[in-house]
């Protein structure tokens, strides 16, 4: 088990203050399917974006443990997982890979913003045909001059309705497999980008999505990020980073999940008697704590073997299944836990439920893990 140092335990405590300020009015939010500009505001204010960045950007330069550390935080202090959903995919779709593959010119000109929270990043690989299989994708990016053509669709793609700047992939050579596809930087007001209306979902509706169509979408070659054919270093250097910022958010709200039920359980009474008295009750409280540590063991471990430069393929699968799995299980036992309050929006118990359905979807389906794990232990 990580040992947090002082410094860190400090940085986390200093920026909880902030947190439950980002959760105000989530349920209007989620109702109204609408993106939350002022705790946005909020968010950039804090300088909890700016975690991972270089100083010199306006970040903190803290670790990917530390950053992952204080989004947990995030995830325990702030009920609007809209919100926060939207914090880790600007931070992480646009900004990880911009810093540690992106020009010096382009690191100066967008980071700052990344950081601040006045630029709002995305990022685009998901289309209609396809989804996890990123190979599948069609959008080109043709060379043109001194840049590219973009042309094509990109679908599911979160704060695309609200972004600045949105990290985009795309196939530049369509002979070269996993070689041939490049990642281009796009501003939002580049000629021939139209952002389709928001898409309407299940949960986390205060992250809007949307789908993006390119047609003869002129980018600069100097807003490549890293080399042409790198895309798919970019995207699983992404991926990583994704995984384990998003969940440790996710283990955040398990964590206060799991208090909210347990001190309900044992105010609320039935039958003369705590409802957390009943073993049925308590199987479930028992099941969310078991969830909540065993996730929060797997993100974590995870992250310090990638840190130490640890191939950690089969360790990120199993880490985001069971993370994935564990927050819909818990929110499932919160309902459940509650009974008529959880079913009612007014709690907003039923919220967190349509949230943690997401999580068995993003970032590769619980289907894609299983076969991937399998895979990797030679089936």
């Not at 349920?27 to 700016?50: N, T």
């Not at 045909?129 to 994708?137: P, V």
């Not at 990109?154 to 309705?161: D, E, L, Q, R």
């Not at 972004?163 to 002979?175: E, G, S």
Request: net charge negative.
């Amino acid at each position: 088990m990580i040992q947090w140092s002082d410094e860190q335990r400090e940085l986390r405590e200093a920026l909880t203050p902030w947190f439950e300020k980002f959760g105000d009015g989530h349920l209007r939010y989620d109702q109204a399917e609408e993106f939350p500009r002022g705790p946005w505001r909020s968010v950039g204010e804090s300088g909890l974006l700016a975690l991972p960045f270089a100083a010199q950007y306006g970040g903190l330069e803290q670790s990917l443990l530390t950053t992952m550390y204080v989004l947990e935080g995030l995830g325990h202090g702030c009920r609007n997982g809209g919100l926060s959903f939207s914090v880790t995919t600007s931070m992480v779709g646009a900004g990880v890979p911009l810093q540690r593959f992106g020009s010096a010119e382009l690191k100066a000109r967008y980071l700052p913003g990344i950081a601040d929270g006045t630029v709002i990043g995305a990022h685009a690989i998901s289309e209609p045909g396809a989804g996890s299989d990123a190979l599948a994708m069609r959008t080109s990016a043709v060379p043109d001059g001194d840049g590219y053509l973009l042309n094509g669709s990109k679908t599911f793609v979160s704060n695309g309705p609200v972004a600045d700047l949105i990290a985009v992939y795309a196939k530049t050579d369509p002979t070269a497999g996993p070689l041939g596809v490049t990642t281009l930087l796009v501003a939002r007001d580049t000629p021939g980008l139209t952002v389709g209306r928001p898409i309407r979902k299940m949960g986390l509706r205060a992250s809007p999505m949307a789908e993006l169509f390119f047609t003869d979408c002129r980018v600069p070659a100097s807003h490549v990020v890293g080399r042409p054919g790198t895309g798919f270093l970019v995207l699983d250097h992404v991926m990583k980073w994704e995984i384990l910022c998003s969940f440790a958010v996710s283990v955040g709200e398990m964590q206060r999940r799991l208090e909210d039920c347990l001190a309900y359980a044992k105010q609320r009474r039935a039958f003369q008697a705590p409802i957390g008295s009943f073993q049925s009750v308590a199987n479930k409280v028992v099941e969310m704590w078991i969830g909540v540590e065993s996730s929060r063991k797997w993100l974590y471990d995870t992250a310090a073997k990638l840190t130490e430069g640890q191939n950690v393929t089969l360790d990120l699968a199993a880490a985001k299944l069971v993370a994935s799995e564990a927050n819909l299980a818990s929110a499932l036992h919160a309902v459940q836990i509650f009974g008529g309050n959880g079913y009612t929006a007014e709690y907003g118990v039923e919220q967190e439920l349509r949230n943690a359905v997401a999580g068995t979807i993003y970032s590769g389906t619980s289907e894609v893990q299983r076969v991937r794990i399998a895979t990797m232990l030679g089936l």
